[in-house]
């Protein structure tokens, strides 16, 4: 779990350092801080999904999580959350933490607050090298993968916080519960995680993470958290199609 500790620390510490630089920044300069992120985010994210190796397990998974997610409204519950995360610790008036907000302003800044949570948590838990490295780190002791994941979450998060808000530090708690559950589990996960699984869960996850580039840039407004019941639907269907070669 240390590696995973030393993860969520880097996002963290880079978090607080994207926040510091946001007071200095110009409207221009935000603007172009968002720009950039969203740029990042569609690079990272087509990277990642051109690797998907079962196109029919990719898109199924995509359209039939983003029509589950949308049932399920779970974008509108992460947002709820996030505005609520947000009260209890922001400080009310009189400096008494936990006063909830009122008004217009509370809710939008409640939904920040969580669209930062919401975004930084995809980028920084869909990938490969959290799988591939929180096995490495639970099953055989090797830390490196997750440490150098580390440094580079660090550095995304001081873009993602100098465009998003401080919502971005709280995805460290995604990243321990996530990346520690997979840590102390990989012992007995790992036998039945094959390699294409980690290539399509990576891929969908890629996909997401191109709606969240698409988000940032104004292109279109994609309801990104209804969509992540894709990647347990894609574990699904590469478990079933591993037995079905001839799809």
Same mark, same amino acid.
């Given at each position: 779990?240390?590696?995973?500790?030393?993860?969520?620390?880097?996002?963290?510490?880079?978090?607080?350092?994207?926040?510091?630089?946001?007071?200095?920044?110009?409207?221009?300069?935000?603007?172009?801080?968002?720009?950039?992120?969203?740029?990042?985010?569609?690079?990272?994210?087509?990277?990642?999904?051109?690797?998907?190796?079962?196109?029919?397990?990719?898109?199924?998974?995509?359209?039939?999580?983003?029509?589950?997610?949308?049932?399920?409204?779970?974008?509108?519950?992460?947002?709820?959350?996030?505005?609520?995360?947000?009260?209890?610790?922001?400080?009310?008036?009189?400096?008494?933490?936990?006063?909830?907000?009122?008004?217009?302003?509370?809710?939008?800044?409640?939904?920040?607050?969580?669209?930062?949570?919401?975004?930084?948590? =995809? *980028?920084?838990?869909?990938?490969?090298?959290? &799988? /591939?490295?929180?096995?490495? !780190? +639970? #099953?055989? $002791?090797?830390?490196?993968? =997750? *440490?150098?994941?580390?440094?580079?979450?660090? &550095? /995304?998060?001081?873009?993602? !916080? +100098? #465009?998003? $808000?401080?919502?971005?530090?709280?995805?460290?708690?995604?990243?321990?519960?996530?990346?520690?559950?997979?840590?102390? !589990?990989?012992?007995?996960?790992?036998?039945?995680?094959?390699?294409?699984?980690?290539?399509?869960?990576?891929?969908?996850?890629?996909?997401?993470?191109?709606?969240?580039?698409?988000?940032?840039?104004?292109?279109?407004?994609?309801?990104?958290?209804?969509?992540?019941?894709?990647?347990?639907?894609?574990?699904?269907?590469?478990?079933?199609?591993?037995?079905?070669?001839?799809?």
């Amino acid at each position: 779990m240390i590696a995973t500790i030393i993860n969520a620390l880097a996002v963290i510490i880079g978090t607080a350092i994207g926040l510091l630089a946001r007071k200095g920044f110009s409207e221009r300069a935000k603007d172009a801080v968002f720009n950039a992120t969203g740029v990042i985010s569609l690079v990272i994210g087509f990277s990642m999904a051109i690797k998907t190796e079962h196109f029919l397990a990719f898109a199924l998974s995509v359209i039939v999580g983003g029509l589950i997610g949308t049932a399920l409204d779970i974008e509108g519950a992460i947002f709820r959350l996030g505005e609520w995360i947000r009260n209890r610790f922001a400080k009310g008036p009189d400096g008494a933490p936990g006063e909830p907000a009122t008004g217009s302003a509370g809710t939008v800044e409640g939904k920040s607050f969580a669209y930062g949570f919401l975004n930084a948590s =995809i *980028l920084f838990c869909v990938g490969a090298m959290t &799988i /591939v490295g929180s096995f490495k !780190a +639970g #099953a055989e $002791g090797d830390y490196g993968l =997750i *440490l150098t994941k580390s440094v580079m979450d660090g &550095i /995304v998060a001081i873009m993602f !916080a +100098g #465009a998003m $808000g401080i919502g971005v530090g709280f995805s460290a708690v995604s990243i321990l519960v996530y990346q520690g559950a997979l840590t102390l !589990a990989a012992s007995w996960v790992k036998p039945y995680v094959t390699p294409a699984m980690i290539s399509e869960l990576s891929a969908v996850g890629g996909a997401l993470v191109v709606m969240v580039g698409v988000n940032l840039l104004g292109l279109k407004k994609i309801r990104t958290g209804d969509f992540l019941p894709a990647l347990a639907i894609v574990v699904a269907l590469s478990l079933f199609f591993a037995t079905v070669p001839v799809l």
